[in-house]
């Protein structure tokens, strides 16, 4: 595939290079995740656009590795560790970590979002048209049941339907299950799960069963396009490693630009790593989906965190999402 450059301009580096510091790191460790949501890490890595860029504002010989870990929980483990210095990490994950931390030398922000999509409860039953339908005979399967993202926007859709003490009404019928297992069982229509909170690319095989339809899409219960990962730092990176930040976060903002002006190959690109068998024509139109917002400016996020406040899941109220991003990072109409 043939590389394609774009120009400096649309980059959120200032307009004069910086030159790094001889204190900087020698190596920069970024999480390898395979899967639609981390696409535009997977450009930057198939791209080679870290090194690009630090090249650009001088250093040239960072090395960049892509370390693969066993799930959310070994690579938050690594984060904290300093094992690696970036990860993508969901909302809910990152606020919690915030609030253990806030305040101290060791406090986790995100350097920043990773993009903006939609999580669709989709579901077999047919006698189930919104979340007030379900009963205690369906189940409904969430990455982790009570804690991830599409749990929290289940617990608040409940809450906006039947009020506030009742948002873990719908728990009781969620289970723990990875999205493949779980589209795999809901298509069939064989699996004691019939319904599912899925996301990208997951829900698209699930929707063109004719016997899954959507019960409830996450967009409408936040008001609008809502931030889903954030490119999150190991505690303490940025002290002397400001340029290395701000290398990864220009090679972002251009792999965006990249799968934004060339969906078809961002789509190869993700087939080709992710090794997925959808054919490319299939799913180009899903990389070029809008619903599919690829950004590093989070949307919604105080959403989130503002409801896990409020029902007791964090200690401590932010004031804004400037508190979970970077400093010299918190660029953009956020939210």
Known sequence: MRRRQFGLGMLAAPAIVRRASAA????????????????????????????????????????????????PGAMIDGLLAGEVDFGVVGTPGLATLWDKTVGTAREVRALSAVQLQPFMLVTNNPAVKTIADFTDRDRIALPTAKISAQAIVLQMAAAKLWGQDQFERLDPLTVTLPHPEATAGVISGKSPIDSHCAVSPFYYCELASPNVHLVLKSNDTLGGPHINGLLSAAPGFRTGNQTIARIVYDAQQEANAFIQAH??????????????????????????????????????????VGFMYAVGRLKHKAESWKDFILPGFQEGDGG
């Open 24 to 71: 900087e790191a020698s190596v920069v460790r970024i999480v390898r995740q395979y899967g639609l949501p981390t696409l535009p890490l997977m450009v930057m890595e198939h791209e080679k656009l870290v090194e690009k860029h630090a090249a650009r504002l001088g250093l040239p010989s960072l090395k960049v590795e892509w370390p693969i870990l066993g799930g």
């Open 263 to 304: 969906a078809r190959d961002a789509a190869a690109i993700y087939i080709e790593m992710a090794k997925d068998t959808h054919p490319l024509n299939e799913f180009v139109p899903i990389v070029a989906d809008p619903d599919n917002v690829w950004t590093t400016v989070p949307k919604k996020l105080m959403d989130f």
